[in-house]
């Protein structure tokens, strides 16, 4: 590795980690301890940060090579602008602009019993739990993700330096 390029590809490599971590750690937070319990689309939203964060580890792991790294660094900033154009189209359907696809469901897997459908709280993808000054966790995942998704895109553009 080069020592001009290592902290051009650690800082990319750095926000393409940071961001997805923050804002997947937040949801679950928000989950696990507020019970906060997600909807369908929720977990639409949670889906590339996820993806996002195994591209910056493996960012991490390549990083001696520079051009697997920076590709891998890309897609992760992709992945978590996609979560955020979820997120606006989450928010949407909170609004009532639009309806949403489906309508919310368990994320169980396997046969479901009836006592397991009882007790599943039920969530609805057009009604927000929980607002901050009036903006939903969609909203503010929306916000977050396409900033964060942009701050990564940014660097990755400028090789990883905040300079343009």
């Given amino acids: ?21 923050a804002l997947y750690g937040s ?13 369908e689309m929720c977990y639409w939203q949670r889906w590339p940060h996820q993806a996002a964060i195994v591209l910056g580890l493996l960012a991490l792991l ?3 090579n520079v051009t697997a790294a920076r590709l891998l660094v890309l897609l992760a900033g992709v992945a978590v602008i996609i979560s955020g154009l979820i997120g606006l189209f989450h928010w949407g359907v909170e609004q009532g602009f639009w309806e949403g696809l489906t309508s919310c469901s ?12 009882m007790a599943a709280p039920v969530i609805r993808c057009d009604v927000p739990q929980w607002k901050f000054f009036g903006i939903s966790m969609a909203a503010m995942n929306m916000i977050g993700s396409i900033v964060g ?14 300079a343009s």
């Fill in 1 to 21: 590795m080069n020592l001009r390029t290592a902290p051009t590809v650690n800082s990319m490599i750095f926000w393409a980690l940071l961001v997805p971590c």
């Fill in 27 to 39: 949801a679950l937070i928000a989950q696990y301890g507020f019970g906060l319990h997600p909807c």
């Fill in 62 to 64: 390549l990083r001696a």
């Fill in 106 to 117: 368990t994320g169980a897997s396997g046969p479901i019993s009836l006592t397991d459908i």
């Fill in 149 to 162: 998704g942009l701050i990564i895109l940014r660097l990755w553009k400028n090789g990883g330096t905040s």
